[in-house]
Structure formats: structure tokens, C-alpha cells
């Protein structure tokens, strides 16, 4: 985004003529080669960042849960934790099998003739960049090597609704997996002393419906990745709260009242998969009538019958927590008050670029209506306009992309770093390098 040359770079070492763009999220890892005019969608590879082992004890790597058909009881390991990559034991794995296997690799590589656009979360601890700087050169061997913070890339990005002429001040709002983060961008650079981080994200979503579904319907504790697909199924963002619990609400104890009406439009059947019958779970209108309760006490006995859940409130209680911490027990500050204390630390001057030009990535962007509440409850407090990007998940990934390619070649040479400069000045010249990288002039796919 960032139109004008912000600062000239001094030429930077002679890269490989290929560029492996990594976004090394805690759910997936977003890898793909760069290319003049990048597909998101064709180009960038999702990968699982997990290990993962099933009821029947076979051990599943990144990739191969592509595969995988019955997720019943599957217990998870992420070498990714709260935004961090704090196990590279677990994550040398995970990349061996997806870039280094001749035989089934997502995206094949050679890291002689690569470099390796790696993006991480804001403010990352300096020990573990140093780590990582270590791994990628002396573990991998790769060429050359540029990591930054995941937001900066999204500066490379055309979003629509921002026009160019606007688009150097951007406030970047980034849900993701482990945590959400408000980075402010002035001419594609993050002003780092300003990002302000909520450490709620996806997974936390997910174990407060776990925890919902158990107490109202069935135990499912242990059952992470169905209750992660309903999440995206189902739940929505709602944009009055108090107004559709009140609709959904069936009394409490001795004072049992029928829905109302307007319950209906929210109110959906869950019927659960059935992974020895390679059946997917999906969500279908709910039935109040006899029949269908009748069902439901059936199946409790009958294996055969088919089992489904209610979901009601759970719909919009789930993201609900987002907006709300405190629902439970987190004293934080909801996104739009997050985005304010981040805006409050900036001058003035600034706010009304930056409120104008709000764009919100990452995997809790695709919950409906998260956008629109992010605007509704800014605009209580400001003047705001929200976008969401057209592939939030891929944002990061895109950006780096755009970075990469043949009209930005110059800028990346000069922000990256050879692996013989590594081994002449050391890991921490290459921490100073990477922290001390200026926003450059930006040509745009």
C-alpha cells in the first residue's frame, strides 16, 4: 500500500531466482511459490501446523490430515503457542514433510536454490527470532532468508474499498488461531510501539463452545476438530447481543417459557458426522415438532439413528467473546476498545486515516458478521470504515507474494539476508537487519 519510496536501500545480496513465501500460522501454515500475478487460492498451499494422533494411535503430520477421515477423540500438538513458534522440534517435522519430502511434499523445495519470505506475529521475543534465524540457515540451509511481521506484508495488498490515494495509513486488525493483534501501518511499515494484542483468537472460541455443547448436549471435550468445524458452521456475530439472547431465551429454573417466534430464524439442528459411515456433519433448520425429539431420545440407544444437536444461543455467545472478555473472566478489552488504546498511543493527526481504513484478516474474519460488528462498535466510539479482505486467511501469504515478485525484487534483495552474510556477522547482526528494515516503495501486482 505505501506509494512513495520511503527510504533507499543499499543493494542486498544476489537472490535465487525462486522465493518460498511462508506464513507460519498456529493453525496452518500458508506456503507457495511467488509469482508475477499470485492466486491465493491456487497458489498458496494450506497446511495443518500440527501433529496430531487418533483413537487408534496412528501419528498424523501436517499434510497428511488431508487425508485423515476419522477425526473422533483426536488429540492435537501445535509447535506454535500463543502466536510464537516455541517448538521447532515439533515444526522441523511438520516443514520436512511438506517442503523437503521428494516423495509427498505440499510444496516441494529446495532450500539451496530458495529464499524463504517468512512471516511471525508482532513483537516476537528476541530468543526466539534468533532461534528461528538458526534454524532457517543452519538447519534447512536456505540461500537467503526475510522475516518480518505478518502485517507488514499485508501493506502489499490492494483491498478493495481502500483507494490508493489513502491507503498509507492502514490499521491492520489480525484474528487469528491463538490471538488478535492491531497493528497500525504508515506507509507499509508497522509502527511496532503501537500494536496492541488481545490474547484471544480461534482456539479459545472453540473451547468455549466444547464447553457449552458438553454441559447442554453431549460431551465433546475431547472432540476439538468437530467442534472447530461447527464454530464455522454455525456461529455468527451478532449485532445485538442482549436482543437475541432475549429471543432465544427459554426462562430459567421454574419459570420454563416457549421460545418465541423470532427464535426460529436463530435455532439450528447440528447433525453430528458419522465417521465409520465417512459422513460429514451439517447443520439444517431446526425441528421443534414431536417427531424429532422423539429421534433425538432414539438415538441415544440406536446407533443407527441419527444424532443431532440444538444450537440456540451458542450461535452468537461463541464470538460474542471477541467483543467481550469479561464473559469469561478475561480482563481485557473488547476489539473496538482494543483498536482505541492502540489509535490512543498515535498522534491525532493520524486517527482519521486510520479509522477510515480498517482491514481485518485472518481466520476469525470469516465468522459472519465479525466485520460488521467490528464497525458497528467502533462507530460508537468514532468515525470508522471496515473492509474485510477478500481472502483473510490468505492475506498474509498474498502480501509476501506481492513482495516477491519481479517488480518488488530490488526491495526484498535489500531487506534479505545470504546464509554467507549470516555465517560472516552472526545471528545477531541478522536480528538487528531485520528489525531495523525501512518501508519501501511498493509497485503493486
Keep these: 500500500m505505501p506509494p512513495r519510496q520511503a527510504k533507499q536501500h543499499a543493494a542486498g545480496p544476489v537472490l535465487p531466482p525462486q522465493t518460498l513465501v511462508v506464513d507460519n500460522g498456529a493453525y496452518s501454515i500458508k506456503a507457495g511459490w511467488a509469482s508475477a500475478a499470485p492466486d491465493p487460492a491456487a497458489d498458496c498451499r494450506l ?83 534468533a532461534n528461528c534465524d538458526q534454524m532457517i540457515f543452519e538447519e534447512f540451509g536456505f540461500a537467503s532468508y526475510y522475516r518480518c511481521p505478518g502485517p507488514v506484508l499485508n501493506a502489499y495488498n490492494d483491498v478493495p474499498g481502500i483507494p490508493p490515494s489513502r491507503s498509507e495509513t492502514v490499521l491492520l486488525v489480525d484474528s487469528g488461531f491463538s490471538h488478535t493483534t492491531v497493528t497500525p501501518l504508515l506507509r507499509g511499515q508497522a509502527i511496532l510501539a ?7 483468537g480461534g482456539k479459545h472460541l472453540t473451547n468455549y463452545l466444547k464447553e457449552l455443547v458438553s454441559v447442554r448436549h453431549y460431551n ?60 460429514a456433519g451439517f447443520a439444517r433448520p431446526h425441528d421443534p415438532s414431536p417427531a ?10 440406536d446407533e443407527k439413528a441419527e444424532e443431532f444437536m440444538r444450537l440456540g444461543n451458542e450461535r452468537f455467545a461463541v464470538p460474542e467473546l471477541l467483543f467481550s472478555p469479561g464473559d469469561i473472566g478475561m480482563k481485557a478489552p473488547g476489539l473496538a476498545e482494543l483498536v482505541m488504546q492502540s489509535l490512543e498511543t498515535l498522534p491525532e493527526g493520524l486517527w482519521p486515516g486510520m479509522l477510515g481504513n480498517v482491514v481485518v484478516v485472518g481466520g476469525n474474519a470469516k465468522i459472519r458478521g465479525v466485520v460488521e460488528r ?72
Design 47 to 129: 497446511i495443518p501446523n500440527c501433529m496430531a494422533r487418533g483413537r487408534d494411535r496412528k501419528l498424523w503430520v501436517g499434510g497428511q490430515l488431508d487425508r485423515c477421515t476419522d477425526f473422533g477423540e483426536m488429540a492435537f500438538r501445535r509447535p506454535v503457542e500463543k502466536g510464537y513458534l516455541v517448538n521447532w522440534e515439533a515444526e522441523k517435522e511438520i516443514w520436512d514433510r511438506s517442503f523437503f519430502d521428494k516423495e509427498g511434499g505440499s510444496v516441494r523445495c529446495e532450500p539451496r536454490d530458495t529464499t524463504l519470505l517468512l512471516a511471525e506475529a508482532p513483537n516476537a521475543p528476541s530468543l526466539l527470532q
Design 194 to 200: 503501537s500494536v496492541r494484542r488481545l490474547d484471544l
Design 220 to 279: 465433546m471435550m475431547d472432540e476439538t476438530h468437530l467442534m472447530n468445524e461447527v464454530k464455522e458452521a454455525v456461529c455468527y456475530a451478532s449485532l445485538s447481543f442482549a436482543a437475541d439472547l432475549e429471543r432465544t431465551w427459554k426462562g430459567g429454573v421454574g419459570e420454563k417459557r416457549a421460545a418465541g417466534p423470532d427464535a426460529e430464524s436463530i435455532v439450528l439442528d447440528y447433525v453430528l458426522p458419522d465417521y465409520n459411515a465417512h459422513r
Design 292 to 301: 424429532a425429539k422423539a429421534q433425538k431420545i432414539r438415538s441415544a440407544t
Design 374 to 445: 467490528i464497525q458497528h462498535d467502533l462507530r460508537l466510539l468514532a468515525p470508522s470504515t471496515c473492509v474485510r479482505h477478500a481472502s483473510p486467511v490468505r492475506a498474509t501469504w498474498l502480501g509476501g507474494a506481492h513482495l516477491a515478485h519481479d517488480g518488488n525484487r530490488a526491495t526484498l534483495a535489500a531487506l534479505a539476508v545470504s546464509r554467507e552474510e549470516y555465517l560472516e556477522h552472526g545471528a545477531g547482526w541478522v536480528g538487528r537487519k531485520f528489525a531495523s528494515g525501512a518501508a519501501a516503495g511498493v509497485k503493486k501486482a
